[in-house]
Nanobody, 125 residues
Framework: QVQLVESGGGSVQAGGSLTLSCTPS????????MAWFRQAPGKEREGVAH????????WYLNSVKGRFTISQDNAKRTVNLQMNNLNTEDTATYYC??????????????????WGQGTQVTVSL
């Protein structure tokens, strides 16, 4: 089992920045793919970004390309999501997810084995 804990959410004005962090624990050494998803009220959960643990290859949702950056800190064993130039459409609960196998493009929540509890991001005008 892998436990994932998100941190770094909060409230920010449009145009601002936030950095989310995901800290894994448990049997995470065989994890090959980490991702961030988000879910806004009344909407389906959608993948925002993911990163392969070995190759560090990344993927981004089109609407966040150029604004969000996913990265892994091997020393701290965390996966971060740097979010810049936030807008109101980024308001959602953000979830960290992991899977044993490598990432591939256009992944859904069904492709992931473990999930965090989520952290709220609210962007206001």
């Amino acid at each position: 089992q892998v436990q994932l804990v998100e941190s770094g959410g909060g409230s920010v004005q449009a145009g601002g920045s936030l950095t989310l962090s995901c800290t894994p624990s448990g049997d995470f050494y065989n994890t090959n793919c980490m991702a961030w998803f988000r879910q806004a009220p009344g909407k389906e959960r959608e993948g925002v970004a993911h990163i392969n643990a070995v190759s560090a290859g990344t993927w981004y949702l089109n609407s966040v390309k150029g604004r969000f950056t996913i990265s892994q800190d091997n020393a701290k064993r965390t996966v971060n999501l740097q979010m810049n130039n936030l807008n109101t459409e980024d308001t959602a609960t953000y979830y960290c997810a992991s899977r044993w196998r490598t990432c591939f493009s256009a992944m859904s929540e069904a492709d992931f084995n473990f999930w965090g509890q989520g952290t709220q991001v609210t962007v206001s005008l």
